[in-house]
């Protein structure tokens, strides 16, 4: 195929246009006819795909197919919970079935690539896109990553339900300064390998088909510019074939970052990096031609690229079939899909206090509930940020379901009391302090409208929005139970009401089913299984905070805490506690990585190790058990967390290595079983050599990232 091509269409596979104005034929039908434009972007009408394709396939000199792409990033119609919801189940194979179920809704309307799995690692919640995101851990990040890729592309991609995948950003977007989008990142290269490059690394081994640069600027060199990351790690390091491609007009924008003088320079670093793809820009096809005519990009980049795209193509089957005739969905097929999505809301659901058991509600002992608050009844903000295709009439609000649930048994008396969750009218607080008083408990639905999170929605103050806070201190004076039901696309500091509510179910945005989902949690016809995939802060101040942190040379201890409001003014210099905290803040989050409670209570004991000593060509197993102490069934997802203690670079105080979300019955005790291998301890080490170290570790497994059941264990000698 390269063969034959002329230089105008080895360029035109390089370009990727926008197909979301006007009627595309008639503005691209020209340059798609003239073999110049190798993908489009965000049309899902099947009718307009299936005729650019046509004259892709049937009108143009080679015939090509094009790549027809689109976010499809947490379901497509029927939309799940935001990723970071997702991860926060703890379950790769719903995260996947989910994945397939967006691939065949999306597939059917012509769409072949979707931009997703983002596995951006962020420890920062003011960063809007940590909604897109699977939180502040790599191991969690790399197994929801690779099990969306499979999800999307099958393990047959050229199947007619496949779509390619793309991992993105590469690499190292969410380490954004001050959580601002786009902002600069600073990653020491030992960071960049044993945290941001890791999810990347899963999703290349589990045959994602594209990757897509991030906008950000790494260490001075911008990702869509750095060709250390793009050929030497992706290329050389990893062995990936696949098809890179930039961000929106990240091309062009390598000017704007001062890398370069004009689009003919950016055209030139980007190419010359390694992306293959412009999305949505114009550099390569305006100044690829003369760059090649003087010399300065040699042409056997080009053929390297346009190989890169041509084979996504051939891997999708889209010579063999181009077009899109996909029957409707079946009836049945949309209910398994709305079941997944309701499953997966509800195992995204994670309850952060429970006090006095307040939950879940029993309506036999109840006659009124008083759902109040602006997102109860919000179908769309709901769904969370990219929900291009979302369809707003699938989406089922908590108040709806509510309503059906308790239908001839419990009134239900309901009231918005706020517009919006910014808004900071108070005008209702009286008559919802009355609805509130005439109830037997209050559902108080908080949190932040879709638009709050998402690309270049970042919140300095990461408190709850408007006059949500003073709402809750209101309604404290009816004097009845208060279960603060929270949607939000990021974790919120909730250390100025957490104390005034009994409980809190923290719901992320939990997409189109989140509605039942949370209703059957409430009123315990389901039990909360979530866990925090990402920290949360008391305050913002103390962000960055993550679990897997390193020791530092003067830690903090359990006995640290925040003394600020009783230390004494003459208190001598070195007399506060000489280590790493915040005299006002301690150093602890207010929830941290991992937790999340159920309506039972666990134990994990006799944790037991196969040998206390790990050969290199030898499996550890570590055994626990797990019993439910309280009366009602639960799922918990159990926490293997390792510390190698003494390394050529130092480590983190603990990082996940394992889990598994596993059923324990009332009363009974279970047991779960990791296994761990020399190369799971593994690292890049100085010089940023891929090691495992000989020395001491210590082991955890818990239901959270402050596990206490520990034990120890040896590597005997180092594996490279
Ligand atoms: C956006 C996002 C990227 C998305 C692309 C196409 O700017 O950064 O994640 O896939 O453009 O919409």
Not at 189 to 205: G, W
Not at 353 to 381: C, F, H, M, W
Request: aromatic fraction near 8%; include cysteine.
């Amino acid at each position: 195929m390269l063969g034959k091509m002329t230089l105008d269409e080895k360029l035109g596979q390089l370009v990727q246009l926008d197909a979301s104005w006007g009627h595309p034929p008639d503005y691209l039908g020209e340059r798609i006819r003239a073999g110049h434009v190798g993908s489009v972007l965000n049309n899902a009408d099947v009718h307009i795909v299936n005729e650019l394709q046509r004259i892709a396939v049937e009108h143009s000199r080679l015939g090509i197919p094009l790549l027809v792409g689109r976010d499809v990033i947490h379901g497509f119609k029927t939309v799940l919970p935001i990723p970071l919801g997702q991860a926060a189940a703890w379950n790769p194979l719903l995260v996947e079935v989910g994945a397939r179920h967006a691939a065949i809704e999306a597939s059917g309307v012509g769409i072949n690539w979707t931009f997703a799995p983002m596995v951006d690692i962020t420890r920062d919640p003011r960063w809007g896109r940590i909604a897109e995101s699977f939180g502040e851990d790599p191991y969690l990040a790399e197994c929801l990553g690779a099990a969306m890729v499979r999800g999307f592309q099958t393990d047959n991609p050229s199947e007619a339900t496949a779509i390619a995948a793309c991992a993105k950003h590469f690499v190292g977007y969410g380490a954004a300064e001050a959580g601002r989008d786009y902002a600069a990142t600073n990653i020491p290269e030992n960071e960049l390998r044993n945290v941001h490059l890791r999810p990347f690394r899963a999703a290349v081994d589990a045959g994602v088909l594209t990757l897509m640069t991030s906008f950000s600027d790494i260490d001075g060199v911008p990702a869509t510019a750095n060709d250390y990351l793009l050929r030497d790690v992706l290329r050389d390091e990893w062995g990936f074939d696949g098809l890179v491609v930039s961000d929106w007009e990240s091309v062009q924008q390598l000017k704007t970052h001062g890398l370069t003088h004009d689009d003919a320079g950016s055209a030139r670093e980007a190419i010359t990096a390694g992306v293959d793809m412009e999305m949505a820009g114009e550099c390569y096809w305006h100044h690829l031609p003369q760059l090649i005519e003087q010399g300065t990009v040699d042409i056997a980049r080009i053929d390297d690229a346009v190989r890169n795209i041509l084979r996504a193509k051939f891997r999708l089957g889209l010579f063999e079939r181009p077009f899109t005739d996909a029957p409707p969905c079946e009836p049945a097929t949309i209910a398994e899909r709305q079941a997944v999505a309701l499953r997966l809301a509800q195992q995204s659901c994670v309850l952060l206090k429970n006090e006095k058991a307040t939950l879940p509600l029993n309506t036999d002992q109840l006659s009124r509930i008083a759902v109040l608050g602006p997102l109860a009844d919000a179908p769309y903000q709901q769904m969370g940020t990219w929900v291009f295709d979302g369809d707003r009439e699938l989406s089922v609000t908590p108040l709806q379901w509510l309503r059906k649930l308790c239908q001839g048994s419990v009134e239900i008396d309901y009231q918005r009391v706020l517009e919006h969750s910014r808004s900071r009218e108070r005008g209702g607080f009286d008559a919802a302090l009355a609805a509130a008083k005439n109830a037997d408990a209050v559902l108080l639905f908080l949190g932040e409208e879709s638009i709050l999170s998402g690309e270049a929605h970042s919140r300095a103050d990461i408190n709850l929005p408007g006059a949500q806070v003073q709402l809750v201190t209101h309604l404290r004076e009816a004097g009845k139970p208060v279960i603060a039901v929270i949607l939000a696309g990021r974790p919120l500091t909730l250390t100025n009401m957490i104390d005034d509510v009994d409980a809190v179910l923290y719901c992320w945005h939990p997409g189109s089913l989140g509605g039942p989902a949370i209703a059957e949690l409430v009123l315990g016809h389901a039990t909360p299984s979530g866990k925090l995939p990402v920290s949360f802060p008391k305050m913002v101040g103390q962000i960055p905070i993550y679990y897997n942190q390193k020791n530092t040379g003067k830690p903090p201890t359990a006995e640290t805490i925040a003394h600020i409001d009783t230390l004494d003014s003459h208190a001598p210099q070195t007399s506060l506690g000489m280590s790493a905290y915040h005299l006002d803040a301690g150093f602890t989050p207010l929830f941290p990585f991992g937790f999340g409670l159920s309506y039972s209570t666990v134990e994990y004991h006799d944790l037991v190790l196969s040998s206390q000593h790990l050969a290199a060509d030898e499996t550890l197993i570590a055994q626990a058990s797990i019993t439910n102490t309280g009366d009602c069934d639960i799922d918990e997802v159990a926490q293997l967390y390792v510390r190698d203690v003494a390394a050529s670079v130092t480590r983190p105080v603990r990082e996940l290595k394992g889990f598994e979300r596993v059923h324990v019955p009332a009363g009974h005790t279970i047991t779960v079983q990791f296994t761990l291998t020399p190369n799971d301890l593994g690292f890049y080490g100085r010089r940023n050599q891929w090691v495992t170290e000989a020395g001491e570790y210590h082991i955890w497994i818990g239901g959270d990232s402050q596990a206490q059941l520990s034990s120890a264990f040896r590597v005997d000698e180092a594996a490279r």
